[in-house]
């Protein structure tokens, strides 16, 4: 059974930097595309970023292009997003996931697994 830990969120002041992680157990996931999404308080979840499985495609939301950055380490079975400038419209819990099906580019936001998620706040 696939299990996700994120880490690394807390309270920051607005054009601060985090640095969030993601551990993955329980499948191979040098083979898996992974992203992060996040959710704030009565809004719907959104896609924040992802990368394929070797680390050569990223995609990124719009909202946080040129300000965050997704990375991983396939030896670790770790995700990783370097946000920065951050902004308070970013506070939300950020989750990790990872795709349903190996070797893809492009993250479903149908299939897969989910972190617990990590609260982010950012303070004016």
């Known amino acids: 059974q696939v299990h996700l830990v994120e880490s690394g969120g807390g309270l920051v002041q607005a054009g601060g930097s985090l640095r969030l992680s993601c551990e993955v157990s329980?499948?191979?996931?040098?083979?898996?595309?992974m992203g992060w999404f996040r959710q704030a308080p009565g809004k719907e979840r959104e896609f924040v970023a992802s990368l394929n499985w070797n680390g050569r495609v990223a995609r990124y939301a719009d909202s946080v292009r040129g300000r965050f950055t997704i990375s991983r380490d396939n030896a670790a079975n770790m995700l990783y997003l370097q946000m920065g400038s951050l902004k308070p419209e970013d506070s939300a819990v950020y989750y990790c996931?990872?795709?349903?099906?190996?070797?893809?580019?492009?993250?479903?936001?149908?299939?897969?697994?989910w972190g617990q998620g990590t609260q982010v706040t950012v303070s004016a």
């Open positions: 329980g499948r191979t996931f040098s083979r898996y595309v």
């Open positions: 996931k990872i795709d349903g099906q190996p070797w893809g580019i492009y993250i479903s936001e149908t299939r897969g697994d």
